[in-house]
């Protein structure tokens, strides 16, 4: 059973993820409590961290019949750590690392253009540099304990309703988020793995030799 939650109606939010995706993300873990059932503990990496793996599919409201599919692995560790992402298509490597501090603040890394940009978690700052405007806090809801178990205040941040469905047994992550934009841009993010991580988070540096990036750098897009 999937779990709603609605954000405030604010403005359209229009998603346009023609980069390909592969994720690496840090997110707020939040231990599961309140389950109507005992779960026994789940295995964690340094610092409480779990590994993701998910499948994903965009659709923008403006071309409902071509989506846009991609593969995103997903760190996610104790409270006030970030979210890293790793974004690719189903080949190549790594069109973009994203790591965000929900509500707060982004780092984007661009690998194949050694490109980079820091800003706000905002969606237009989103949509400037990768054609997609996304929240952090939207995906916080991978790792929130109430969206998890069911039962919890979990909210989709503003522009956006959600469904999320609850962790497998002997699972600790959300098994599914489904999300939609006032503007009618959909976006859907399955699990297909989980496991301990080997390292704790951490804030990505900036590689030697990247370039801070223009709009006018990802005019073309990053896929691979």
Known sequence: MTRAATGTAGPGLGLGLALALSLSLVLPLVVLAGCATTRRPVATGPDGCLDADYRGSFREAARPDDPRNFRMSARVCGPGTP?????????GGAALVAAVRPGEDVRLLFPSRRLYADGPDE???????????????????LADEGASA???GWQAPPGWTAEIAPA??????????????AAGDGLRLEKTRERP???????????????????????AGDAP
């Open 83 to 91: 979210v890293v992402l790793e974004l690719r298509g189903a080949v």
């Open 123 to 141: 969606p237009d700052f989103w949509r400037r540099f990768t054609g997609v405007a996304l929240d952090g806090r939207l995906l916080r809801g």
């Open 150 to 152: 069911g039962d919890g």
């Open 168 to 181: 497998p047994a002997g699972e600790r992550l959300p098994a599914r988020l489904e999300a939609r934009s």
């Open 197 to 219: 991580s080997r390292a704790p988070a951490a804030w990505p540096e900036v590689p030697r030799g990247f370039r801070p990036a223009q709009p006018a750098d990802m005019a």
